[in-house]
């Protein structure tokens, strides 16, 4: 059998605003891959190529003169496709791209894509070129037409050699894409011997030995030392083991700022593995973190060698809320449902595929679409149905979950789930408790009680209402449903006249009582009162036919209507007011039509101090750490956020080298910030350090519209240097950071993604760039509904505090380690006029810190890094420029 690989290069996304200015199609045998003909063009275009586009292919306006237009070969690769199935990756964009000029193809297609989500569900990116990286398969060049074909046939083979799924699940598999219409995709389908379930945690078995002293385990000829390759002693760390297990001695709470360096990691789990009891554990110890990357650094790496080390047996496990985890029984009843659209059932396959392979359940291990997260909604295990029927011994992945926490000698949870500490069962013993990434504890607990009002939401409500009904006997109620997101439109369309009357000069407003009271509020009040009255209706009648309904839906019924009923009750108090919720509405303009908004309804709590109360009164110690806590050179915001009253309290300081490896240049005459040519004034600078360093540049901008403007300013200046640009929004995240980690010449630009969390030592980045200070906006709502209630401005209670913390962060990327070096330039010359420039300058680290004009930054960076060093950078840079 032979197959066609298929790929275009296009002027733009959308078929209807661009050509297509590049096509290749290649024949393969299906069963060997090997190359049996191809087809390729380059082609020319009505539309002009961009900048971008240039970027993102290489292919330049020069090279399309005197080609021939897509018209006048579509006979000739039709007739090369024949009727044999294609290949492709995103089959959609390509086949829709055709159609839309003329070229209609009924083959079959194999989208490597979806074939892809099956055979790696926990892949973390299935973008072509990062899948490539991530299977071993070697790239020449990517975005363009034929490279990008010869890599989805590489990929198509590799997938369909892992496609395997157990005989019981397999009927189910073809049932699905039989409702597709995909019958296609049977051909590639085989059975297996189903493995057993992955556990939640993992267990280290090693022979129990007492353990010594912790200056034997973390000192100079330690254990650690003699046992771990790489580990080298840290006088920090152990400075930092011994402040934890004198809070574990004492019982009591303990503040601690370990600097970028120190391995706070071993620093805290170290005495807590000690103290807890050696060789059998006599105390529970739970590390919470704020993102999943630190997770699954504990779990499957800095905890087992750890153990290891030690020569010491616990048993490991993660939790997190019931809504991280896939209900099998939810997703039965959706697997059973007579249509799935083609959208759907891709998300359940490859859900469907990954609990067949012992997947563990949690959703946060899976990259979703945006239809999964719409469907997210209706799988997870925080519905009203698992409650009442998954009993704690069933094999659903929560509980499995939650038994292995319970067992666990050492849990980590993440931040969210303190909002459910009792009902997670984890607050039975008194354990240890270490609050890692703590400066973000305050941020996740509100957001994860966040309330939804989306009108995706509210159209997933009605809708799960429908299959209760009759058209014939209940037609009314019917076209209840169908206008109930007409009705939903109209109270945000006067909720977005509210906005637009109210805030002047911001797209977003913070709903006070005083507001509430205006006669404008009464028609948004109005408005909202009509659809819930609708809402009420729609669900008192349902009510009615539960008694008519067969026993499979009844349940279902239940669950649906628990649902709708907490989405009232949400909307009546945000409509009301409610004094202990922060409570706004936003206005985003369309992306296509500037003209038109999208309103948003934001719901948060006020205060978490009630919630993380329980927490601290359950915990035998806690430990709460990060490298920034810290703020005016003391724990003052942070305790006062958390609610703890008296605490020990700890700074220990890196002992990476600031002085002489980080030089933090501050511009002294910049353009202020609120200049119209700012952006371009930045840009120029990125561009001229760039020039100098061959790249190597993160740039941290405070707003997407700031990213936005430095890109396009900078996008063609950087390709005519042969410097790549990565930024946020443009380039995505996981490839963008992958590629930089490279170290090819590149700068890297984004925005609050980027101040933290992203580890790239090493040469690769050498500078980092801050435009301005990264202050809140003055219209934030959660930090002025914050500042009101504390009685205080809101610039000294919240702005100024959680700008210093992030200034640490993003300052905080460049050194990762002893051997790092590089330049912090801050262009924000506010920062030496203000009435905070103590504040700021106290938050620096200990670098070299130079104050000077703008004509003296590059030659202070030549100087700094030295001619030897930039001679090195320009040969690497013209050998891979080559």
Known sequence: MTIVGLDLETTALSPNEGEIIEVAAIRFDSTTGQELGRFTHVLQSHYPISDEITALTGITPEMVKDKPFFKEIISDLKK????????????????????????????????????AELAWPEAPTYNLGSLARLLGISIDIEHRATADVLLTAALFQKAKNNLSISSAALPTVRGLLAKMGLTNYDPL?????????????????????????????????????????????????????????????????????ADTGIGKTYGYLVPCIVTAGAPKPQRKIIVSTYTRHLQDQLVHTDIPQLLGALGMSREVAILKGRANYVCEQRLQRMLQRPVVSKDEGWVLLKLLYWLDRGGSGDLEYI?????????????????????????????????????????????????????????????????????DEAHHLVEAIRQSQAADFSPDYIHEVGESFKKYLNEEQHSHVLADLS????????????????????????????????????????????????????????????????????????????????????????????IAG????????????????????????????????????????????????????????????????????????????????????????IVEDSPNPREPQFDAYTSTVIENIAHILKGKILALCTSNKAVDHIYHLLLKRLHAK??????????????????????????????????????????????????????????????????????????????????LIKLRQGVGRLLRSTTDRGVVVILDSRILTVDYRKEVMQSLPPATIRIGKKDELLPTIRTWFGETTLAKWEKEFLITKK
């Open 722 to 803: 042969a410097i790549n640009l990565y930024a946020q929004r443009f380039s995505g995240s996981r490839q963008m950071i992958q590629k930089f980690r490279l170290g090819r010449a590149s700068v890297l630009l984004g925005t609050s993604g980027l101040w933290e969390g992203i580890d790239i030592p090493g040469e690769a980045l050498s500078a980092v760039i801050i435009p301005k200070l990264p202050f809140l906006p003055p219209d934030d709502p959660i930090g002025t509904a914050i500042a009101h209630e504390m009685g205080e401005r809101m610039f000294v209670a919240v702005s100024l505090p959680q700008m």
């Open 189 to 257: 389908l085989s059975t297996s011997v189903s493995p057993p379930s992955s556990p939640s945690g993992s267990t280290t078995h090693i022979s129990n030995q007492p353990l010594p002293v912790l200056a034997d385990i973390l000192g100079e000829n330690g254990l650690l030392q003699k046992r771990m390759t790489g580990f080298s002693p840290r006088p920090a760390q152990e400075e930092m083991a011994n402040y934890v297990a004198d809070i574990l001695d004492q019982h009591g709470v303990g503040l601690v700022e």
């Open 483 to 574: 206008q109930l997101d007409e009705h939903y439109g109209s109270f945000l369309s006067q909720a977005a006249h509210f906005v637009k009357k109210h805030a002047l000069h911001s797209n977003r407003l913070l709903l006070t009582p005083g507001l509430r009271e205006s006669q404008a509020w009464k028609k948004v009040d109005h408005e909202g009162k009509l659809f819930l009255s609708q809402l009420n209706f729609i669900i008192g009648f349902i009510k009615g036919q539960l008694a008519h309904l067969p026993h499979e839906k009844h349940d279902a019924c239940l669950e649906d209507i628990t649902e709708a009923e907490r989405l009232i009750n949400g909307l009546r108090l945000f």
């Open 80 to 115: 090369f496709i024949g009727d044999d199935t294609i290949i492709a990756h995103n089959a959609s964009f390509d086949i829709g791209w055709l159609a839309a000029h003329d070229l209609h193809l009924d083959n079959p297609v194999w989208d490597t894509l979806h074939l």
């Open 367 to 435: 990259q979703l679409p945006p239809t999964g997260y719409f469907l997210r909604r209706h799988l997870h295990a925080d519905s009203s149905l698992c409650r009442l029927t998954c009993s704690p011994s069933s094999n659903c992945p929560y509980q499995r979950a939650r038994r292995a926490a319970k067992r666990a000698d050492i849990l980590v949870i993440n931040h969210a789930l303190f909002a459910h500490w009792s009902g997670a069962g984890i607050d039975e013993e008194k354990p240890y408790l270490v609050i």
């Open 578 to 665: 409610h004094p202990e919720r922060i409570q706004w509405i936003e206005a985003s303009p369309l992306q296509k039509n500037r003209s038109e908004v999208r309103i948003h309804l934001y719901d948060l709590p006020l205060d978490v101090r009630p919630i993380l109360a329980p927490v601290f009164g359950q915990g035998e110690a806690t430990i709460l750490t990060s490298a920034t806590l810290m703020t005016g050179g003391n724990f003052g915001y942070i305790k006062n956020q958390i609610g703890i009253n008296s605490a020990s309290e700890k700074k220990i300081s890196s002992a990476l080298p600031y002085r002489d490896h980080m030089l933090i240049y």
